[in-house]
């Protein structure tokens, strides 16, 4: 199976300061139609995850264009230009290549 | 707009079976395949395997083959997911996602596996 990692694990951010993280795969998530199957997920505290970035760089539908995602193949990254007290939650990627589909550890952000 | 919704927490013993239903709105269910994932307390996300809502093909993690049958009656638009057998190790929350992109979650359902 796919292997994904994350890092920091950990972020804490002023608000209005940028804000990354690096997400990894064991194996390249570039499909042959030239689309990285990767995801970025938001999981509030005490909520469902949600979809914030789909295909590597694709901004979900009512996603504030603050959230960014970049990257191919193996190696992407989430950027968030200024951070807002909402944006607190741990931080998810996930490979939708090849089943089983995989996320990586999460990555919680908070405010200092 | 689309929405999954969930049946309530569940409270099992041990080598009892569990199912979680998911009715969804919003969209043409045969449409998307539904997918599951869990959490476990304090634990990250975890893919159980998904269901064509189509034609009723499935796909499990190997962790759960054996275990786990999702299913889904496309009349009431609804997706299934029983898992056999529970363990302590099963408890925590199920959710019901749509599609690979798991662009719609369902609220979660609690699943608490006590004697």
């Known amino acids: 199976e796919i292997v994904m990692t994350q890092s920091p694990l950990s972020l804490s951010v002023t608000p209005g300061e940028p804000a990354s993280i690096s997400c990894r795969s064991s194996?390249?998530?570039?499909?042959?139609?030239?689309?990285?199957?990767l995801g970025w997920y938001l999981q509030k505290p005490g909520q469902s995850p949600h979809l914030l970035i789909y295909?590597?760089?694709n901004r979900a539908s009512g996603v504030p264009d603050r959230f960014s995602g970049s990257g191919s193949g193996t190696d992407f990254t989430l950027k968030i230009s200024r951070v807002e007290a909402e944006d607190v939650g741990v931080y998810y990627c996930?490979?939708?290549?090849?089943?089983?589909?995989?996320f990586g550890p999460g990555t919680k952000v908070d405010i200092k | 707009q689309v929405h999954l919704l969930q049946s309530g927490a569940e409270v099992k013993e041990p080598g009892a079976s569990v199912k979680v239903s998911c009715k969804t709105s919003g969209y043409t269910f045969t449409d998307y395949y539904t997918h599951w994932v869990r959490q476990a307390p304090g634990q990250g996300l975890e893919w159980m395997g998904w269901i064509s809502s189509n034609t009723g093909a499935t796909n499990y993690a190997q962790k759960f083959q054996g275990r786990v049958t999702m299913t889904r009656d496309t009349s009431i638009s609804t997706a299934y997911m029983e898992l056999n057998r529970l363990t302590s190790d099963d408890t925590g929350m199920y959710y019901c996602v749509r599609d690979r992109h798991a662009d719609y979650w369902g609220q979660g359902t609690l699943v608490t596996v006590s004697s």
């Open positions: 996930m490979q939708g290549l090849l089943a089983p589909q995989t």
């Open positions: 194996q390249s998530l570039l499909h042959s139609n030239g689309r990285n199957y």
């Open positions: 295909l590597g760089f």
